[in-house]
């Protein structure tokens, strides 16, 4: 506790003065003696004065006035004052307090009383200074951490947002409360056209929940990319997540397909607020709830896929928001769902300014200011050219690509109809061919559009002009389900085949069912003179390919495409 | 503030907390049912819950697996509105008995 001080002492009284600096200077310390208030304000140096001590009156400048002016020099460091009194008025000795001294000492001085003071003024300065030490030490760890978050953020958002989020149908907010946030939004081109989003709120915030959105995204871009379905997506991100995470951590979202060939979406909810869709039929928006546990809590032999499709007329609209907005408080404390919502829920607000008008209330409630959870929006103006025209899949093509001469059928029985869908590993192993995999989309829409053809039609004997009005065609997918859950019997045949000659390369898709054919003599190949939801599927196929044969009574369709090798697009 | 108590009959284990169910409740509501090793039972009591945020049904998903997972026996009672909305969201109603 030993310790050499350097203080400033400021007194009128001569005697009192060198009384004072006698005292103090018997213990070690060094004095630096004042006048009065003036004279020691002037004498005052922030970075050597440790302890001022003031005598309350004085001429040109009192006790308290220099006290003042000395804490403001002495700006963030702290400089203990000592007021030294000759009055005994309590309230001009609490005065000395409350404009900030440290303590005061009663003339006559007493030297047993000073050295108690000065001991106890030396302590509060050494804990001073290790909390200064630690305040020090603790910013300069605060800093390494965010930088080391700030990289680490760097790598996080490569593979997040490795994705087509710019794309003009969307738009998203996005407030997070940390460097890092739970909330996700992902949204990838599919191969055959449309797109797959994905809103997710992790548990928490901050650097724990983001770590869960490293499999998600990875799991979400690489399967949408080979063509996979959202309901074999979603279990599959499910239970990676559940082997991933601790018991307590899991991740609430929504899934949303869009596919552009037959204008409509799937919607998948687990967790999150209502999805909100508007359409021109009704006033208010329709809303999807959710009808699923979040990701990463059941096991996957326990899990189910809920799905609710819907139709749409490009223009519709779907509002997605994670519960950061849904949870978050009015000024008045209550929740925005019971609040501030009500008008979005009732169709008072226009759909394409559903978002703006969202930031606004968020905004004027004062929840952006500080927020408790992290805030995600995500409005789509739903269309049928999403993910088609847009699309650049910037795979060069290579002028000297091998020839390529192969073929394979792959056969699926009731069993496998019901539960695989073989579409992406006859992908995989078409876009294996040298050039093929620069037109994987449209080889994936024809092979999709072939395939659901042959199930639905032919093995299930579903009849499409089900699905000319909205209603139908949900029952359509109802309808589906149940009898592919019934299927016993029925087969489709797919085979492959591609051939080389020179530059030209052809792929040859045949696909056969075992239903009872169909009219093909009098199919209508005019999309544009057809208004029709349901006869698009074939005049689509016929766009896309070269030549399209039927045989077998309708029953087996083989789809030539022709692409060209060794020149210039 | 979390309370707990532990009937040695019916081997409950009831645990109760008052106000705000989040992230701060995470040591006292995990040290109640850790240090009960007996409990076959357990009964959440929400009544009290004004707010409940998804680290808070985090929590209860660890009760959940502690309890046993798919067997376990944990109901959650009296959650007021606002709760009831964030759990029937979340589905948890297919993990827990709710008592209104």
């Known amino acids: 506790m030993e310790q050499i001080l350097n203080i400033l002492i400021a007194d009128d009284n001569p005697s009192d003065r060198i009384l004072l600096k006698a005292i103090l200077s018997q213990f070690g310390h060094n004095v630096i003696s004042a006048v009065d208030g003036q004279d020691a304000v002037e004498k005052f140096d922030p970075d050597t004065i440790q302890l001022v001590c003031l005598d309350v009156k004085m001429p040109r400048k009192d006790g308290w006035e ?40 009663s003339k006559p001085y007493s030297p047993a009383l000073i050295t108690a003071k000065l001991n106890a003024i030396v302590r509060l300065l050494v804990m001073q200074k ?38 003009p149908a969307l738009s998203t907010v996005h407030y997070g409360t940390h460097t890092f946030n739970g909330d996700v939004i992902l949204a990838a081109y599919k191969p055959n056209g449309g797109m797959h989003l994905l809103l997710g709120d992790f548990t928490g915030h901050g650097l724990s929940a983001a770590i869960g959105a490293l499999p998600l995204a990875d799991i979400f871009f690489d399967w949408t990319k080979k063509g996979f379905l959202m309901r074999q997506i979603i279990p599959e991100i499910n239970a990676r997540l559940k082997s991933i995470l601790p018991a307590n951590m899991f991740c609430s979202a929504a899934f949303i397909d869009i596919k552009v060939n037959n204008k409509s979406i799937d919607i998948w909810n687990g967790g999150l607020p209502d999805l909100l869709f508007f359409s021109q039929q009704s006033k208010v928006p329709v809303r999807f709830e959710s009808k699923n546990l979040p990701l990463g809590i059941l096991p996957p032999d326990v899990f189910e896929c809920q799905i609710d499709p819907v139709t749409f007329v490009p223009g519709n609209r779907l509002v997605v928001f994670s519960d950061g ?28 300014q559903a978002l703006d008008w969202m930031v606004e209330q968020l905004t004027q409630e004062g929840v952006l200011e500080n927020p408790h959870d992290d805030i995600s929006c995500l409005s789509i103006r739903l269309d049928s050219n999403i ?64 395939y659901s053809n042959a199930l639905e039609h032919g093995v299930l004997g579903l009849k499409s002009d089900k699905k000319s009005s909205s209603d139908g065609f949900s029952q359509y997918y109802d309808e589906r389900e149940q009898r592919l859950a019934a299927l016993k019997d029925g087969f489709v045949k797919i085979s492959v085949k591609v051939t080389s000659s020179d530059n030209e ?13 169909f009219d093909y003599q009098n199919v209508n190949f005019d999309m544009s003179s057809s ?31 022709h692409w060209q090798v060794g020149q210039d697009d | 503030m979390v309370e707990s108590s532990f009937d040695d009959k019916t081997e409950c284990l009831t645990i109760s907390i008052d106000g705000r169910f989040d992230y701060s409740c995470h040591k006292l509501f995990k040290e109640a049912f850790v240090s009960v090793n007996k409990a076959v039972a357990y009964e959440i009591d929400l009544s009290r819950v004004t707010y ?15 309890a046993g997972g798919e067997k376990a026996n944990v109901h959650l009672k009296k959650p007021n509105g606002a709760v009831l909305d964030i759990l029937k969201i979340a589905n948890f109603h297919r993990l827990f008995e709710i008592e209104e």
């Open chain 1, 66 to 105: 220099a006290a003042l002016e000395i804490q403001r020099a002495a700006g963030d460091l702290f400089v203990p004052i000592i007021f030294l009194s000759g009055v005994a008025d309590p309230i001009a000795l609490s005065n000395c307090l409350r404009i900030g001294g440290t303590d005061f000492i």
């Open chain 1, 130 to 167: 290790t909390l200064e030490e630690q305040r020090d030490a603790m910013s300069l760890y605060n800093e390494q951490l965010v930088h080391d978050q700030n990289v680490a953020k760097v790598v996080y958002e490569n593979i997040t947002h490795s994705n087509c989020l710019k794309d």
């Open chain 1, 325 to 352: 907005v849904y949870e978050a408080q009015d000024k008045s404390g209550a929740m925005f769902c019971h609040s501030v919502l009500n008008p979005l829920y009732e169709g008072e607000i226009a759909d394409d």
């Open chain 1, 387 to 450: 993910g088609i025209e847009s699309h650049d899949h910037g795979v060069p093509t290579s002028h000297h690509e091998a020839p390529a001469d192969f073929s394979f059928e792959y056969v699926l029985n009731a069993d496998s109809l019901r539960n695989t869908d073989p579409l992406p590993y006859v992908l995989q192993i078409i876009t294996t061919v040298p050039g093929l995999s620069s037109f994987s989309s449209q080889v994936f829409m024809i092979l999709s559009e072939l």
């Open chain 1, 505 to 517: 390369r052809v792929l040859a898709l045949y696909v056969e069912d075992s239903g009872s054919g």
């Open chain 1, 531 to 561: 208004e029709l939801l349901y006869n698009r599927g074939l005049a689509l196929l016929d766009q896309l390919c070269h030549k399209l044969e039927f045989c077998k009574g309708g029953r087996g369709v083989t789809a030539y495409y």
């Open chain 2, 52 to 66: 409940l945020d998804s680290s808070a049904l985090g929590m209860l998903l660890l009760l959940r697996d502690h």
